[in-house]
């Protein structure tokens, strides 16, 4: 089993800046990709950023050139550096991780809890 723990939400003012972690936990793994999704109220959850193992990294228009996302394959751990950040990025920001179960050849799919970031005008 695998287990995703996010930190770094909070409260911000406009033009802030914040950082989310996401740990993956467990054991006989290997994560295939890694990505960040947020669900504003009242909207549907939409995909902020993702990034393969090997570092290739996807984001939506709408955070292109403020978000950065990264990850350290030592430590199993995705990072999301938000700058600039707009009243618009409000929401509960949650961890994805595409996992290999070591002896598998599928992959599953596991989720964080999720993150409040809170940004005001």
């Known amino acids: 089993q695998v287990q995703l723990v996010e930190s770094g939400g909070g409260l911000v003012q406009a033009g802030g800046s914040l950082r989310l972690s996401c740990e993956a936990s467990g054991s006989g793994f290997s994560i295939n990709a890694m990505g960040w999704y947020r669900q504003a109220p009242g909207k549907q959850r939409e995909l902020v950023a993702t990034i393969t193992r090997g570092g290739n990294t996807n984001y939506a228009d709408s955070v292109k050139g403020r978000f950065t996302i990264s990850i350290d394959n030592t430590k199993n751990t995705v990072y999301l550096q938000m700058n600039s950040l707009k009243p618009e990025d409000t929401a509960v920001y949650s961890c994805?991780?595409?996992?290999?179960?070591?002896?598998?050849?599928?992959?599953?799919?596991?989720w964080g809890q999720g993150t409040q970031v809170t940004v005001s005008s």
């Open positions: 994805k991780g595409v996992v290999t179960l070591i002896g598998k050849i599928y992959a599953n799919q596991y």
